[in-house]
RNA sequence: GCGAUUGUAGUUCAGUGGCAGAACGCGCGACUGUGGCUCGCGUAAUGGGAGUUCGAUUCUCCCCAAUCGCC
């Protein structure tokens, strides 16, 4: 059968399971880490590179590719897959996290949202149903409905607002999306995932995870974290929200990518992720290992010999030493760059595989224990 | 040797007769659906001596050093 979603494997004492998402352009075994390409690459690693880590998919983001006749230029490329040579699945997201910058945010009303384009400073009305035909453009795999994101400091009232508008959105995108697409066969098209908001309010996720659910989209996306609130307040809503999805769904959580918050999803059954976390983090100087996160611009590593990680066998941690990667990040050559994010992106993957194994053998929740002792 | 100019944080430069600033560097921290790669905190200095003055990094003189020019 043709089915979007399957599961395969499921954790008797948590809510983890393993499934496979079938898209147009192949199939990925979940759960997923997606690093982030906003212009249709990550920044300092090819697509050969993430594919050798077996990396499964990454997301683009539509708003800001059309910003820059990206969503043109891939359009008359025949797609973004082709465009990046990439091997893997391409998610978009809408472009509604952009609400966030407010260099390029505007306003948003019912209709739209009003961005400004900062290279040539006209202002960009995007509709839910411009949104979907940029997403159709570059013709990504899984395609985001355009949310209106609140803020973490905005009152239950304004949030309250913002996840009704995105409600009315998403149906708007949903209809769109299914008539834009109404000629392609089945196997052929783009998914579309709907992006559920509320804040922290338990109340809003609810009565928004609802409303979505009658709207019967092929995937949910959970939204508006990483934005200031406490790990606890988050998980709260994700456990709320994942215990009224549909269980053959597949749910993404959006923007989420530390390695505690990764495996703490992963025991409640979200099966993606994404985040810019690790490939910004590592050119900042953080990086993941086996031991918990590690400063390596530290004075400490000045002259230290030994890998980023002994227990990772990236090609980093194999070839290189902690006082090489530091010294190249420290004079901004692109090489340290790319090796602090090859590093990262590798780990988080080999995590989530990990993470599989453990589900597999039962013993998931010891496997999460036993991480998070080392990154308290 | 003579003349001119300049000596302020590790560096490049502000500034002031009354608490000496910045940028970069260095140290530490942050980073969660990345427009332009950052943000926060910390660190650290008036070349030496004498004089004027209540008080000098600032004004005067001497020494030392550097740079430029002329021999």
Redesign the pocket.
């Known amino acids: 059968m043709s089915k979007t979603f399957t599961i395969t494997r499921r954790d008797k004492k948590t809510k983890a399971r393993i499934g496979k998402l079938k898209t147009k352009s192949g199939i990925a075994e979940t759960p997923f880490f997606m690093?982030?390409?906003?212009?249709g690459a990550?920044?300092?690693l090819t697509s050969e590179e993430l594919h050798k880590m077996k990396v499964q998919a990454v997301?683009?983001?539509a708003l800001?590719l059309y910003?820059?006749n990206g969503s043109e230029i891939i359009k008359k490329s025949g797609g973004i897959k082709k465009f990046m040579a990439h091997k893997g699945i391409n998610f978009t997201?809408?472009?509604?996290?952009?609400?966030?910058?407010k260099?390029?945010y505007i306003k948003s009303d019912n209709k739209g949202v009003l961005f400004?384009n900062?290279?040539s400073g006209e202002k960009l009305f995007i509709t839910p149903e411009k949104d979907m035909e940029i997403q159709l453009d570059i013709n990504s795999d899984v395609a985001?409905?355009?949310?209106s994101?609140p803020m973490y400091e905005h009152s239950k009232k304004e949030i309250e607002e913002a996840t009704d508008k995105t409600v009315m959105w998403a149906k708007r995108c949903k209809e769109h999306h299914d008539k834009m697409q109404e000629n392609i066969p089945r196997e052929k098209r783009q998914i579309l995932f709907g992006?559920i908001?509320g804040g922290i309010f338990e109340d809003l996720r609810k009565k928004a995870t609802e409303e979505m659910i009658k709207l019967d989209f092929e995937g949910y996306?959970i939204?508006?974290?990483?934005?200031?609130e406490t790990?606890e307040e988050?998980f709260n809503v994700v456990r709320a929200v994942k215990e009224m999805l549909p269980e053959n769904k597949p749910v993404y959580l959006?923007?989420?990518?530390?390695p505690i918050?990764i495996l703490k999803g992963i025991a409640l059954g979200v099966d993606v992720f994404?985040?810019?976390?690790p490939?910004?983090?590592a050119?900042?100087?953080?990086l993941f290992t086996s031991e918990g996160?590690l400063?390596i611009?530290?004075?400490?590593y000045?002259f230290d010999q030994s890998p980023v990680d002994k227990n990772c066998d990236c090609f980093v941690c194999k070839n290189y030493t902690k006082a090489f990667v530091r010294y190249q990040l420290?004079?901004?050559e692109v090489i340290g760059k790319k090796l602090a994010?090859y590093h990262n992106i590798y780990f988080l993957t080999k995590l989530i595989e990990r993470a599989k194994r453990a589900i597999k053998k039962g013993n998931f929740e010891k496997f999460m224990k036993d991480f998070e002792e080392k990154y308290r």
């Open positions: 690093p982030v390409a906003t212009r990550t920044k300092g997301i683009s983001n800001i910003l820059r997201d809408c472009g509604g996290f952009q609400m966030y910058s260099q390029i400004r900062p290279i985001m409905s355009l949310d994101m992006i908001q996306s939204g508006g974290f990483g934005l200031g790990i988050e959006m923007g989420i990518g530390t918050e994404d985040s810019r976390m490939s910004q983090s050119r900042r100087g953080t996160k400063k611009l530290n004075e400490k000045k420290i004079n901004d994010t």
